[in-house]
């Protein structure tokens, strides 16, 4: 049988888990610091993370921090559209090792047209989604279009969220379940205290498929400390501060997984 988009994505994380450390998932937003340098960042970030995320900057992104925020401004007045994006991962050779996920708020989705989305994502090396405004109860028309080509919907759970509703999201995902560390925005850094580790735990208890946190991850100690409760991070702010400053997003994404001084 055939393996679709969305079966890269888990597989990924599985190999990084083989190899004795948690997968990472490295976020960059689309058409930041610019529309000329993103292809030669995603390359760096696709060499070193597992899975790259790509966000699609919108006007009103109620679910990120101040970081994501700048950048995401940054690229709509440079001229970012989904459509530039789309083309443009369609355009790149060599493409990533590393599988695409795109997290997009609803709108920009709805505006480019379920008819064609889920076919151009494909086209574009694109294995899933992450929309954060869109609630399991709303998804069936959304999850329908990615189901025809085999693209990913993955399904976020929080701390608050009932352990029936963990579950069946958990259940509902597809790629990976992505476990916020906390309530509130990104790019907040996150101490990683115990009652977090236990509720990694907890979703990784009923969940058919991979598991990684995001909200927080700045650096290797935390990542040391998720390890063996998730099987991944997701690296967000900090890794879009580092393409801000200018510096190399391989060498910090290698940094995140090689033991800290604490650790010694």
């Not at 493409?95 to 997009?104: D, E, H, I, Q, V």
């Amino acid at each position: 049988m055939r393996s679709k988009p969305r079966d890269t994505i888990s597989a990924a994380i599985r190999a990084a888990a083989a190899a004795g450390r948690p997968a990472v998932v490295g976020f960059m937003t689309g058409g930041f610091p610019d529309r000329d340098g993103f292809r030669r960042n995603l390359a760096a970030i696709g060499s070193e993370a597992d899975v790259v995320e790509i966000g699609v900057p919108f006007s009103d992104p109620m679910a990120d921090g101040m970081t994501i925020q700048r950048a995401s401004q940054v690229a709509l007045r440079g001229g970012f559209t989904l459509p530039w994006l789309l083309d443009e991962l369609r355009q790149i050779q060599p493409r990533p090792s590393a599988p695409l996920l795109l997290m997009s708020y609803l709108n920009p989705l709805l505006a480019y047209g379920l008819d064609r989305l889920p076919e151009a994502a494909v086209e574009a090396g694109v294995a899933g989604f992450i929309i954060p405004d869109l609630p399991y109860e709303e998804s069936a028309e959304m999850r329908a279009a990615f189901d025809r080509v085999g693209v990913a919907l993955v399904q976020m759970v929080t701390p608050v969220t009932p352990p029936a509703r963990i579950r069946m999201l958990c259940e509902a995902s597809q790629g990976f379940v992505y476990a916020v560390t906390m309530t509130g925005t990104t790019g907040k850094s996150v101490a990683v205290p115990d009652d977090v580790l236990s509720y990694m735990d907890r979703v990784r208890a009923v969940s058919p498929i991979p598991v990684c946190a995001g909200f927080g991850i700045r650096g290797a100690e935390q990542v040391e400390r998720m390890t063996g409760h998730v099987d991944g991070v997701v690296v967000g702010s900090a890794l879009v501060e580092v393409l801000e400053r200018g510096e190399d997003p391989a060498a910090f994404l290698r940094s995140l997984t090689q033991p800290s001084a604490h650790s010694s």
